[in-house]
T-cell receptor, first 117, second 114 residues
Framework: NAGVTQTPKFQVLKTGQSMTLQCAQD?????MSWYRQDPGMGLRLIHY???????DQGEVPNGYNVSRSTTEDFPLRLLSAAPSQTSVYFC????????????????FGPGTRLTVT | GENVEQHPSTLSVQEGDSAVIKCTYS??????FPWYKQELGKRPQLIID?????GEKKDQRIAVTLNKTAKHFSLHITETQPEDSAVYFC?????????????FGAGTRLFVKA
């Protein structure tokens, strides 16, 4: 099991460029989320998903798009990068359990450090 | 929406002392409360969690208490050690139509002095 993987590890973008941060998990988890963590700050929820085809907005969704076409993958797309999006981005996944509502540990990926100049 | 406040932002203790971190949440529908430890440059790691139908949970030197009426929960670390130095985050989670929605507190930087 690779767990939650994220690519790339580091990325530098110019203002206005677009890119996609990749996230994949091999644990057959239904729940997946994207967070951003600014220096010295907590994690803020960007988007989250309950399964393929179902996503919802978190606390700070503006400037980001997501899609969930498979259980394994949950890419995050930056539409037009801005310096305010300089941050570390974490993807996380969680098992949904056989009986809802039930909660299980979120597993985090190693993060992508993004700098927008 | 949910809002989680965490205090203190920085905590310094002597090795062997106890450390307490407190959090409050706003959405009474939240019913899962995990605590994460994050070391510099690393990903957050779950250290303990508590569900809304439980008032207290303990795992060796770590314990968490939950007061649903007051909407606050706390992390207690006893017999602190230098390796406990890290940033600790509380969080409140709810399962809604979009999925598993978790809102984090701003974090507490814990320093344990040897």
């Amino acid at each position: 099991n690779a767990g939650v993987t994220q690519t790339p590890k580091f990325q530098v973008l110019k203002t206005g460029q677009s890119m996609t941060l990749q996230c994949a998990q091999d644990m057959n988890h239904e729940y997946m989320s994207w967070y951003r963590q600014d220096p010295g700050m907590g994690l803020r929820l960007i988007h989250y998903s309950v399964g393929a085809g179902i996503t919802d907005q978190g606390e700070v969704p503006n400037g980001y798009n997501v899609s969930r076409s498979t259980t394994e993958d949950f890419p995050l797309r930056l539409l037009s990068a801005a310096p305010s999006q300089t941050s570390v981005y974490f993807c996380a996944s969680s098992y949904s359990g056989d009986r809802a509502p039930i909660y299980y540990e979120q597993y985090f990926g190693p993060g992508t450090r993004l700098t927008v100049t | 929406g949910e809002n989680v406040e965490q205090h203190p932002s920085t905590l310094s203790v002597q090795e062997g002392d106890s450390a307490v971190i407190k959090c409050t949440y706003s959405d009474s529908a939240s019913n899962y409360f995990p605590w994460y430890k994050q070391e510099l440059g690393k990903r957050p790691q779950l250290i303990i969690d508590i569900r809304s139908n439980v008032g207290e949970k303990k795992d060796q030197r770590i314990a968490v208490t939950l007061n649903k009426t007051a909407k606050h929960f706390s992390l207690h670390i006893t017999e602190t050690q230098p390796e406990d130095s890290a940033v600790y985050f509380c969080a409140a989670s709810i399962l809604d139509t979009g999925g598993f929605k978790t809102i984090f507190g701003a974090g507490t930087r814990l320093f344990v002095k040897a």
